[in-house]
């Protein structure tokens, strides 16, 4: 895992360090766990050409390298909350920093306002926050959603879940206030089937 992390910074390093022409755009992908945000994510990347990357996602393959970190990311993966935002942001960062002159989803991040600091220290001025996708779903059918996706990961189940939306409640709903008050928020409600949802979605990246 080491000579991979030298890899990534070095690369990273080079992103940060680009000219200001090359920046990439990023959406921020938001809602509750189980909106169905990936799903969206993926009709996204398939008709606009965006690299999709899970925060989420991210975490747990962090977790599953034998990275120093594992430990610590699965706590919070299991009680629900919330990452610290230096890992996050680096393996944000770095994922970016294998695609150059791509345009990101970014789903499942930010969540609370130390992710908003801890992004913008590092990366305000290096890319093109085009505006923050919001998927609005009732909590059952959210959870609904979660227990029947069948995709083995440690957090979906009741407990678990319960903590997750309270986190979000307490946590992200602050930040998606603060995108609609900048402007930058597109609600979206996920309550619908996928295909219903991304009619929807697609008028906002139209509209831009």
Known sequence: WYQRRVR????????????????????????????????????????????????????????????????????????????????????????????PDGKFLIDGFPRNEDNVAGWNEQMEGKVNLRFVLFYECAEEECLKRALGRNQGRSDDNVESFRKRIQTYINSTMPIVNSFKGKGLLRSIDATSDPDSVFLITQKCFEKE
């Open 8 to 99: 990534d910074n070095l690369r990273l390093l080079a992103m940060l360090g680009g000219d200001a022409l090359t920046k990439p755009d990023v959406v921020f992908v938001l809602g509750p766990p189980g909106a169905g945000k990936g799903t969206q994510c993926q009709k996204i990347v398939d008709k606009y050409g965006y690299t999709h990357l899970s925060a989420g996602d991210l975490l747990r393959a962090e977790r599953a390298s034998g990275s120093p970190d594992g430990e610590l990311i699965e706590s919070h993966i299991r009680g629900g909350t919330i990452v610290p935002v230096a890992i996050t942001v680096k393996l944000l960062a770095n994922a970016m920093a294998k695609i």
